[in-house]
């Protein structure tokens, strides 16, 4: 039984070998590199000239800057408005305090004639 097992062993992998290698044209089989890129170099045999930039591409980057700029412009007024309306509510508050003070003082010299 050794001397079979012996040969049957290689002729198996003989025969498994050589059915790797075999050609088949069915529809069902796996695709392969080769006629994978077919088709793509079927659709690129028409093409003629060299490549250039897209004019639409580099207005898109023109917007996106311009985008950003007034973004950063926005975000600088925003942060003077919140600084002005700091400065106001201080002015304010300022402003009610002397008035109070003014208040209070007038108060105490009609009660220091009476």
Same mark, same amino acid.
């Given at each position: 039984?050794?001397?079979?097992?012996?040969?049957?062993?290689?002729? @198996? *992998?003989?025969?498994? $070998?050589? =059915?790797?290698?075999?050609?088949?044209?069915? !529809? %069902?089989? &796996? /695709? #392969? +590199?080769?006629?994978?890129?077919?088709?793509?170099?079927?659709?690129?045999?028409?093409?003629?000239?060299?490549?250039?930039?897209?004019?639409?591409?580099?207005?898109?980057? @023109? *917007?996106?800057?311009? $985008?950003? =700029?007034?973004?950063?412009?926005?975000?600088? !007024? %925003?942060? &003077? /408005? #919140? +600084?002005?309306?700091?400065?106001?509510?201080?002015?304010?508050?300022?402003?009610?305090?002397?008035?109070?003070?003014?208040?209070?003082?007038?108060?105490?010299?009609?009660?220091?004639?009476?």
């Amino acid at each position: 039984m050794k001397p079979f097992t012996a040969l049957a062993l290689p002729l @198996a *992998a003989a025969a498994l $070998a050589l =059915a790797g290698c075999a050609k088949s044209d069915k !529809a %069902g089989d &796996a /695709a #392969s +590199a080769d006629n994978v890129e077919m088709p793509a170099e079927e659709a690129m045999s028409g093409a003629t000239g060299t490549p250039s930039a897209d004019p639409g591409a580099l207005a898109s980057e @023109a *917007a996106d800057q311009a $985008a950003s =700029a007034a973004n950063q412009a926005g975000t600088a !007024a %925003g942060t &003077a /408005a #919140s +600084a002005a309306g700091a400065a106001a509510k201080e002015t304010v508050k300022a402003a009610g305090d002397a008035a109070k003070k003014g208040v209070d003082a007038a108060t105490s010299a009609a009660e220091k004639k009476m």
